[in-house]
T-cell receptor, first 111, second 114 residues
Framework: GNSVTQMEGPVTLSEEAFLTINCTYT??????LFWYVQYPGEGLQLLLK?????DKGSNKGFEATYRKETTSFHLEKGSVQVSDSAVYFC??????????FGKGTKLSVKP | DTEVTQTPKHLVMGMTNKKSLKCEQH?????MYWYKQKAKKPPELMFV???????INESVPSRFSPECPNSSLLNLHLHALQPEDSALYLC?????????????FGPGTRLTVT
């Protein structure tokens, strides 16, 4: 079945640093890929998605490109803020409309 | 509006209690989901409702009983839970139960079983 592997962290950065969180996937077919963010004490929010190869999802300064040749969907942001501190989950669509999540990466941004 | 609401926000229950979690969405979505999330772990799928019918049960113990009274509402009935069932229970919905559709999550109910 489909699965994702993401770097587990935790990742600690200074404000305005560049962020990369790696995510690779294993899948049959061409599933959609997602990044979700979970702020402390809250549910998950959809951050961005991509539905086919070479698609770039973007939102709030975050970007990720669906790379079929490397089976990757790495999350990037050019300049992180303290308010970006959260747990980030890479996810892949399952065959029945469900989501399969990576283990999550905790990001802490220091002022 | 992409809001999924869940009540209650917090719940403490004893092992002999019966309680229910409620989830509601008014986006016209026809797929609804229950996930369980333990601390520092990703959400794990429990149930999927597709057009108000249970389509996936991920081998969840019978002490968890889902119900979908209509297309906007999803309940999770709890009975005789164990302390290890303490977790954040998340509800989500998507437009249709097809691969590739994004899911919208509620804020969750934090359950503590004593």
């Amino acid at each position: 079945g489909n699965s994702v592997t993401q770097m587990e962290g935790p990742v600690t950065l200074s404000e305005e640093a560049f962020l990369t969180i790696n995510c690779t996937y294993t899948a049959t077919g061409y599933p959609s890929l997602f990044w979700y963010v979970q702020y402390p004490g809250e549910g998950l929010q959809l951050l961005l998605k991509a539905t086919k190869a070479d698609d770039k999802g973007s939102n709030k300064g975050f970007e990720a490109t669906y790379r079929k040749e490397t089976t990757s969907f790495h999350l990037e942001k050019g300049s992180v803020q303290v308010s970006d501190s959260a747990v980030y989950f890479c996810a892949i669509g399952g065959s029945q409309g469900n989501l399969i999540f990576g283990k999550g990466t905790k990001l802490s941004v220091k002022p | 509006d992409t809001e999924v609401t869940q009540t209650p926000k917090h719940l403490v229950m004893g092992m002999t209690n019966k309680k229910s979690l409620k989830c509601e969405q008014h986006m016209g979505h026809r797929a609804m989901y229950w996930y369980k999330q333990k601390a520092k772990k990703p959400p794990e799928l429990m149930f999927v409702y597709s057009y108000e019918k249970l389509s996936i049960n991920e081998s969840v113990p019978s002490r968890f009983s889902p119900e979908c009274p209509n297309s906007s509402l999803l309940n999770l009935h709890l009975h005789a839970l164990q302390p290890e069932d303490s977790a954040l229970y998340l509800c989500a919905s998507s437009q249709v139960p097809l691969a590739g559709r994004e899911q919208y999550f509620g804020p969750g109910t934090r359950l503590t079983v004593t």
